[in-house]
């Protein structure tokens, strides 16, 4: 490890941390349309933080959404160049009755920050822009071309940088990119993550009769538009969880049987897993896939919320015309996007109960992809990480998407790194998330290690 980086981040432990809950402060809910200063607000925090670091050529980019922010510094040639990722924005707090401390007001606990946006990405994202900053403090430059490309949207879609980086790809141009958006697989345990599955996120709308009707007056005759849509979406999976979606498992691969044999290793608890991150009386899924299998290498469908009727207090006896589910499906890598998509709303048009008209709404779709772990960069990342951390690297997949990964694939056709120091047990989306203040600083050097030896 690089002793005088090490120290200056050690020297200065109070300040990162209380720069970091700065950040967090700012409520920057990029879904609440209330919080649009807040999140323009976290812009320019960001787009000052690196200024400060010693970054050039600050843009803080308006889009139709969120804006993004843009650095770089381009004084190293010869040596590669590694495009920095991260989002500032973070997911709604609610509810707010299980914090056991406000959602913005970060506090220590047990080694822990908690708060929103604690790891999900504002920690991590800043390791990135601390890391710099700590790399010209020491020695007065870097040791390679550095470009960061930070976005507010992330939580809603990330529509406006998927356009960007699309538009923009010689002014992108990498050779690497960096995400910190990932968990460690364990407490201690470097981890950096090889696959990630992909996204489509939809509406299903039912309708039924013409208008709300009374159900004394109707029921038995007219079709309802809840349990309609309850009906439909209860035939999408089967009672092992296979999804019946016809050609749905066209192109999914298996993991390779090293990957396999690697997943095995890894100090999986089916038990505490269970009770400790799940927390139900069960498991679920395919039966004879192991879970490592279920949450990494097969697609899911899952059903994230149904509205429709009458939902207040007391009672009102309609029967609802209308209803709506959000419904995702997790692609794995080689999937096709449209494929599937075409192939659900086919479903949905055969098997919509009698008197219901069903429509699919594609609000996003992103595909699955793997890294290659013998890429030189992803290799040097495995080096600085394991030694850092003083334990061997080990390669994951991870069961979320980051469609920007998939962007950086297909427009400036190079590879991410996806070097992640969040923790299993952290709380992402839910109330009490929390990052270990540790893993804090641990990234910080772990970041600049990377691009120093990188740069070597």
């Known amino acids: 490890m690089s002793n005088p980086i090490d120290a200056y981040i050690q020297e200065n432990r109070p300040r990162l941390l209380d720069e970091l809950k700065d950040f967090i402060r700012i409520p920057s809910i990029s879904t609440l349309p209330e919080h649009k200063a807040d999140v323009e607000r976290a812009a320019r925090f960001v787009s000052g933080s690196l200024q400060r670091a010693g970054m050039e050529n600050i843009e803080i980019v308006p889009t139709a959404g969120h804006p993004l922010v843009y650095a770089d510094w381009l004084h190293a040639p010869g040596k590669p ?45 800043y390791m990135h822009i601390k890391a710099i900053e700590a790399l010209r403090a020491v020695n007065g430059t870097l040791p390679l071309n550095v470009k960061f490309l930070i976005e507010g949207e992330e939580e809603v879609g990330g529509a406006s940088i998927a356009k960007y980086v699309a538009q923009n790809s010689a002014k992108l141009k990498a050779d690497v990119a960096l995400v910190s958006d990932t968990a460690m697989y364990a407490e201690g345990m470097p981890t950096l993550c090889i696959g990630l599955r992909g996204l489509i996120y939809m509406e299903v709308e039912a309708s039924g009769p013409a208008r709300d009707l009374h159900s004394g007056l109707y029921g038995g005759a007219a079709p309802n538009a809840v349990y309609g849509l309850i009906e439909l979406l209860a035939k999408a999976k089967d009672a092992n969880g296979a ?36 927390g139900s009386t069960e498991l679920t899924g395919e039966p004879d896939r192991t879970v490592l299998e279920r949450v990494w290498s097969r697609p899911t469908l899952e059903v994230h919320g149904i509205a429709g009727g009458f939902t207040a207090a007391g009672a009102k006896t309609v029967i609802p015309a209308k209803a709506t589910a959000k419904v995702s499906i997790r692609l794995v890598p ?8 075409a192939a659900f709303r086919e479903w949905v048009k055969k098997n919509a109960p009698k008197g219901i008209q069903a429509e699919v709404r594609v609000l996003s779709a992103s595909p699955g992809l793997v890294v290659n772990p013998d890429h030189p960069a992803i290799e040097v990342a495995a080096r600085a990480f394991g030694e850092v951390f003083g334990k061997q690297t080990v390669f994951i997949r991870s069961g979320g998407s980051i469609p920007i990964v998939g962007d950086f694939a297909n427009h400036l056709k190079i590879p991410t790194i996806l070097m992640g120091f969040g923790l299993p047990d952290d709380g992402l989306h839910s109330p009490n998330e929390k990052y270990r203040i540790e893993n804090y600083y641990l990234g910080i050097m772990t970041v600049a290690h990377f691009l120093e030896l990188y740069g070597g």
């Open 81 to 125: 160049t590694v495009l920095c990722y991260g989002h500032y924005d973070v997911q709604p707090a609610d509810p707010l009755e299980l914090w056991i401390t406000p959602a913005f007001e970060p506090t220590e606990r047990d080694g822990n920050l908690y708060a929103r946006g604690a790891v999900d990405d504002k920690g991590q994202m």
């Open 243 to 278: 999804i019946q979606i016809p050609g749905i498992y066209d192109g999914v691969e298996e993991p390779a049987a090293a990957e396999l044999e690697s997943w095995k290793r890894l100090p999986f608890d089916e038990r505490e897993f269970l009770e400790k991150e799940v």
């Open 334 to 341: 080689r999937q096709d996007p449209d494929a599937v998509i």
